[in-house]
């Protein structure tokens, strides 16, 4: 279950992304917002960490304007590892040597049709288990 969250700066590209996520079968969990209303991005980015932390979702997208107030919030919830992504190297590097559980898109920033194929390659890249990366992530939260 992947659990998918925006503001309002967020809110156009969230529902493509969820068309995507559809498109491929992908099981997804929104927590809203729900219109282009001006809200605050914590209430929402929050809520899609907490789930990815409690295990209740195993993976979190999260949207705002430029993706940093929301990677912001998440890394603050222990267990989750958020990183913004606008590019397709980062979003394959940051799967195999992060092994993020969140990431982070600005919509003001990165355009739909390079967001999903950031989000296509985040969800798709597995993470490369080298003892090294393990290490490295086990050191964030000690
Ligand atoms: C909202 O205007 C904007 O601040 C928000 O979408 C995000 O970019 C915050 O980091």
């Keep these: 279950m992947i659990a998918i969250g925006c503001d309002h700066g967020g809110y156009e590209l969230k529902k493509e992304i969820i068309q995507y996520l559809e498109s491929k079968n992908l099981a997804y969990k929104d927590f809203g917002c729900d219109s282009t209303a001006s809200v605050d991005y914590p209430v929402y980015g929050k809520a899609v960490a907490k789930a990815v932390a409690s295990g209740e979702c195993e993976k979190g997208i999260l949207i705002c304007g430029?993706?940093?107030?929301?990677?912001?919030?998440?890394?603050?919830?222990p267990g989750v590892r958020c990183a913004?992504?606008?590019?397709?190297?980062?979003?394959?590097?940051t799967r195999e040597h992060n092994d993020t559980n969140v990431m982070a898109l600005g919509a003001r920033v990165t355009g739909p049709g390079l967001a999903i194929k950031i989000v296509d390659i985040w969800l798709n890249t597995p993470f490369s288990g080298d003892e090294r990366h393990i290490r490295r992530i086990n050191m964030i939260e000690e």
């Design 84 to 93: 913004l992504c606008s590019d397709c190297f980062s979003a394959e590097a």
């Design 66 to 77: 430029t993706g940093i107030g929301m990677s912001i919030v998440a890394n603050k919830v």
